[in-house]
């Protein structure tokens, strides 16, 4: 059963726009570059702009009193800040690093809405890409429940395997302790399992490269974990 679901691109809702609607968007728009490690958005802090990220990886995570737990990993074409369009208390339910250069376009959030309520293609598949990103969490918040840890090691590979950068040979921009947070373990208990892994001869790992080299074993892992 697959725990980490794929990111569809966004950039198709654009072009339900008019132009009129383009240049409501587009006066307001800012166009900015984030350096690997610049935080995006900040949890808890004012909602007054939607992003679109155009080009990068960034991580979304939220943080409680004692854990930091990293929700996903997003590529480029993605939007960023939609769950917070008409949140009651009207700030960020999350928060956005940049883990390579990042370009995207900031949008006035007022902006955003009065498109929204104009357009109701626009509006659908914004609704869409909601629904499929609270599809993404259900199954990462099952990961992280049901799943014993190397069953939860196992689909954080997979999951960047398959859904990040779609080969089996990859070089992550993340931490070890990142990982942790990705996988909902401690770093320790990450970095053990990994090894194990490795000494199974089901990966190989040379600092942050990855080499998945048997995949049929790492997905029996990640099914039965």
Same mark, same amino acid.
């Given at each position: 059963? $697959?725990?980490?679901?794929?990111?569809?691109?966004?950039?198709?809702?654009?072009?339900?726009?008019?132009?009129?609607?383009?240049?409501?968007?587009?006066?307001?728009?800012?166009?900015?570059?984030?350096?690997?490690?610049?935080?995006?958005?900040?949890?808890?802090?004012?909602? =007054?702009?939607?992003?679109?990220?155009?080009?990068?990886?960034?991580?979304? &995570?939220?943080?409680?009193?004692?854990?930091?737990?990293?929700?996903?990993?997003?590529? /480029?074409?993605?939007?960023?800040?939609?769950?917070?369009?008409?949140?009651?208390?009207?700030? *960020?339910?999350? #928060?956005?690093?940049?883990?390579?250069?990042?370009?995207? /376009?900031?949008?006035?959030?007022?902006?955003?809405?009065?498109?929204?309520?104009?357009?109701?293609?626009?509006? =659908?598949?914004?609704?869409? *890409?909601?629904?499929? #990103?609270?599809?993404?969490?259900? #199954?990462?918040?099952?990961?992280?429940?049901?799943?014993?840890?190397?069953?939860?090691?196992? /689909?954080?590979?997979?999951?960047?395997?398959?859904?990040?950068?779609?080969? =089996?040979?990859?070089?992550? $921009?993340?931490?070890?302790?990142?990982?942790?947070? &990705?996988?909902?373990?401690?770093?320790?208990?990450?970095?053990?399992?990994?090894?194990?892994?490795? #000494? /199974?001869?089901?990966?190989?790992?040379?600092?942050? +490269?990855? +080499?998945?080299?048997?995949?049929?074993?790492?997905?029996?892992?990640?099914?039965?974990?």
């Amino acid at each position: 059963m $697959p725990y980490c679901i794929k990111d569809i691109s966004h950039t198709g809702a654009f072009r339900l726009l008019s132009e009129e609607e383009e240049n409501i968007l587009n006066r307001n728009k800012t166009h900015l570059k984030y350096s690997k490690g610049e935080v995006i958005l900040k949890q808890g802090t004012l909602a =007054n702009s939607i992003l679109y990220v155009q080009k990068g990886l960034s991580k979304l &995570f939220v943080e409680g009193t004692q854990k930091k737990v990293i929700v996903t990993i997003k590529r /480029d074409d993605n939007f960023l800040g939609l769950s917070s369009i008409y949140h009651v208390d009207k700030t *960020y339910q999350y #928060s956005a690093t940049a883990l390579e250069e990042c370009e995207i /376009d900031v949008y006035d959030k007022e902006s955003f809405k009065t498109v929204l309520s104009q357009n109701i293609g626009f509006s =659908n598949e914004i609704i869409r *890409y909601l629904n499929h #990103s609270t599809a993404k969490i259900y #199954s990462r918040f099952l990961c992280v429940t049901e799943k014993n840890a190397r069953g939860k090691v196992a /689909d954080m590979i997979l999951c960047f395997a398959n859904n990040i950068f779609g080969c =089996n040979k990859f070089t992550i $921009p993340l931490s070890r302790q990142e990982l942790a947070e &990705f996988a909902g373990l401690s770093m320790e208990n990450t970095i053990r399992i990994l090894k194990e892994f490795e #000494s /199974d001869n089901i990966i190989k790992l040379k600092g942050k +490269n990855f +080499n998945i080299r048997n995949l049929e074993v790492l997905e029996r892992i990640s099914d039965y974990g």
